[in-house]
């Protein structure tokens, strides 16, 4: 499932139009967003946890050379699942 497939979906649910469906899920998606520039992790109880990660720097390896390459120190977003949804799948 896609973004365009969750939209359709939840218009269908919500039985409104798509442009409304596609308004509240990027409400949703930027309201996950701003939580984790703002607290860092974001919680949806029976969902799951989203949550922001510090990555060191590392060395790599160049996969056609095999050269090292140095892989600069990031952030990531994880994601655990929940209880709930876990059971579900």
């Known amino acids: ?11 269908g649910e919500l039985q409104t139009s798509k ?3 596609a308004r509240l899920v990027d409400t949703v998606l930027d309201g996950i967003k701003q939580g984790l520039q703002a607290d860092k992790t974001v919680t949806i109880t029976g969902f799951g946890t ?3 990660k510090d990555r060191k720097a590392r060395i ?6 095999g050269a090292p390459i140095n ?12 209880k709930a949804l876990k059971e579900s799948v």
């Open 50 to 52: 989203f949550e922001v």
């Open 60 to 65: 790599g390896r160049n996969p056609h050379t």
């Open 1 to 11: 499932m896609n973004k365009s497939h969750l939209i359709s979906y939840v218009a």
């Open 71 to 82: 892989i600069e120190a990031g952030r990531r977003v994880g994601f655990r699942v929940g």
């Open 19 to 21: 442009l409304q469906a």
